[in-house]
């Protein structure tokens, strides 16, 4: 009686496992919560299941400030996910902490990452390995608001295409009231929004230096240039009073309200933008400097395979990741959320590069550098503490900048495993 | 216990079938309640908390196993010169903002006390801001703080033609700016505690003073502070700790630059988060809050110490 139930038992078992097998795989997905990218996931995943018809992919989301903890920590208690959004500057920590498993060379090949992808895409790879790869790309632009540009006499379709246009423009659209108080900025000068990247990848090379050498493990920017463009932004304040650090609160609030002229924000910042309906805006490339040197600062969150996946569930994230990085896939984020195909073919198709939005962003990705951050926020408050004493204690930009390269390279340095 | 006993001996009631006495049997079924409470506490308070005595003197980072690292963060802690100046801004808001926002408390609790005209309104509008969510407040505050031309305190300011403050964007002025908020949100509170404690007072001592011809003044100094002192002792407390423990002013006031600008603003409790949930540096993160525990414990050991009872 006692064999006889548990053959049974056995069987049963047996069974389920066969048919299970036979049938359905599921992998988890996670990724952060972001309403548009929630909805974009959930169409992919639709689609992705009607061509796997085997596969089913649930997806998981957590807010952005708990999303690092509990990817670390469900890792440790073994239930990681097996496909997982992170954010470029994560990589070290979470291949460190051995998270991820290298793409399987069959289906994600070098070579063909190397030519399809844009070159930013490198920040992904460890050791001859790539770790994971983006399904959309974000770089920065110039925004500005046609209706003040019309104000102050500027024609609105024709925005400023070097710094000192830029400059010049701003000057022309900043109004100051009796006692010297800014009303309007001709330019937003946020240091902990985008400014920071424009200042380390943008200005710095403007002025002829780098932020970093030896794989951004090095600060190199204590140098002329690193002053020079240190001066050139805190000028934007001081001397020629085109807007002021906490105008409005914050750069993107300042525009949003239409109380500044220009600021230099994100794709992301697209969705946000779009809802306003009191003015024109409009969007262009990051100003050339004299020389007509350009450049930008693009970053990404990709999608890498967890280390404990294996066996079937490995082959359907194989699977998974190769559609969500697919054009096919691009275009629906594109439309979605709004950020840039990360595929070169996918982004630089006649219709983007006509679309007056798109096409700035698109532009900026070919000659955009990607900063390896040890210590992604640490790095940012240490630009925004250098800007700060600047502006706020009258330290001189040239000890400001000695000791904020100074305290950069202890973290990096902290930061090494 | 004691009053179990006693019941159980004044009852003298006979031993029960089951070959444990009623005074066993009640005692088990005590602890057995008992055991509830402190089990619960014992996972989700003591073992965290002698965890992390154990996690400062390792140098744990989430992903991989903690080393022992010993008295490593510690020292690092000691040479860190954020830390000192954490620790600065910290008793900062504990010594500045404790005693104004008793004294402030307690002259409006006194003088509250007297009015009888709306009397329950003007005591809900106080205790309206202890009910509102922390960061709604600070957001709020926020924006009032701001410059020209969208924050209310600087539109004020130049009405009466004093010039433009800069108010969180000072390096001077943030940790004050701050600190306001803070002290408005928790009088609400203290002033309910204080006038409790001020009706507790019974009036014949008053009526006797009065009769003996005492001045006000006399009777707040020799009546009403002395025997207030429970409430004082409670509140001083109660209020310090919660200058210790500040975070979620601060925190949404400057969530831009955390404890900026400049970390003129950081109490110890956003530098603990910063370490642990932005540099992910655990080990470090607890050897900050051990820190942080003991100033809490030698701060509230030391009051209790300074105004115990006098026998």
Known sequence: MRKAALFAGLLAGFSTFAVNAAQAVEIEYWQYVFDTRVKAMDQLIAEFQKANPGITVKQVTFPYADYQTRVIAANMAGNAPDVMQLFYGWLDKFVAGGLLQPLPKDAFPHDKIEKDFFPIVTAMKRDGEYYGLPTAVRSLALFYNKKLFTEAGL??????????????????????????????????????????????????????????????????YNSEAGLKALNFYTSLQLEKKIGKAGFMDEGQAAFRGGKAGMTIDGTFRLGSFKTIKDFEWGVTELPANAQGVRSNYASYFANGISAK???????????????????????????????????????????????????????????????LFKDELGQRQNAIDMVNRVLLEGQSTKDSLAQAAEAEQEMIDAAKP | ?????????????????????????????????????????????????????????????????????????????????????????????????????????????????????????????????????????????????????????????ALIGIPQQPFIRSTNQALYSIMVTAIWAGLGFQIIIFMAGLRAIPNTFYEAARIDG?????????????????????????????????????????????????????????????????????????AQTVVLFTILLIVSLLQLFILREKK
């Open chain 2, 214 to 286: 005492l001045g006000e003044w006399a009777i707040l100094r020799k009546i009403t502070l002395p025997l207030l002192k429970p409430t004082t002792v409670f509140l001083v407390v109660f209020s310090s700790i919660g200058f210790l423990r500040i975070f979620d002013q601060v925190y949404n006031m400057t969530t831009n630059d955390p404890g900026g600008p400049l970390g003129s603003t950081k109490p110890l409790v956003l530098m603990i988060y910063q370490t642990a949930f932005n540099s992910y540096a655990m080990g470090y993160a607890a």
């Open chain 1, 309 to 371: 996946t294996k066996g079937e569930e490995l082959e359907a994230s194989k699977k998974f990741l190769a559609y969500i990085t697919s054009p096919a896939a691009m275009d629906i984020w594109l439309k979605t959320v709004g950020e840039l195909p990360a595929l070169r073919s996918a982004a630089l198709t006649e219709a983007n590069l006509k679309d007056p939005i798109y096409a700035p962003f698109l532009k900026g990705l070919e000659y955009a550098h990607t900063t």
């Open chain 1, 155 to 220: 024609d609105p379709n024709n925005p400023p295409k070097t710094l000192d246009e830029y400059v010049a423009a701003g000057q022309k659209i900043a109004k100051l009231d009796g006692a010297g108080n800014i009303v309007v900025a001709g330019s937003t000068v946020d240091m902990g929004g985008q400014d920071h990247q424009w200042w380390r990848e943008v200005l710095i090379r403007q002025f002829g230096g780098t932020p970093y050498t030896d794989n951004d493990t090095k600060v190199a």
């Open chain 2, 1 to 157: 216990m004691a009053a179990i006993e006693q019941r159980e001996a004044a009852s003298g009631r006979p031993i029960s079938g089951s070959g444990l006495s009623m005074r066993t049997k009640r005692l088990l079924w005590v602890w057995s309640f008992l055991a509830v409470p402190i089990l619960f506490y014992t996972i989700i308070r003591f073992y965290p908390t002698f965890q992390a005595f154990y996690l400062s003197l390792t140098n744990w980072d989430l992903v991989r196993p903690p080393k022992l690292v010993w008295f490593a963060n510690y020292i690092k802690l000691y040479k860190d010169p954020q830390f000192w100046k954490v620790f600065r801004n910290t008793f900062l808001y504990l010594i500045v903002g404790t005693p104004i926002s008793l004294v402030l408390a307690f002259a409006i609790a006194y003088f509250l006390d007297r009015v009888r005209f709306m009397h329950n309104f003007i005591r809900a509008l106080y205790f309206l801001p202890f009910l509102t969510t922390a960061a709604a407040m600070a957001w709020v505050w926020r924006w009032f703080y701001q410059p020209p031309p969208i924050g209310i305190i600087n539109d004020v300011l």
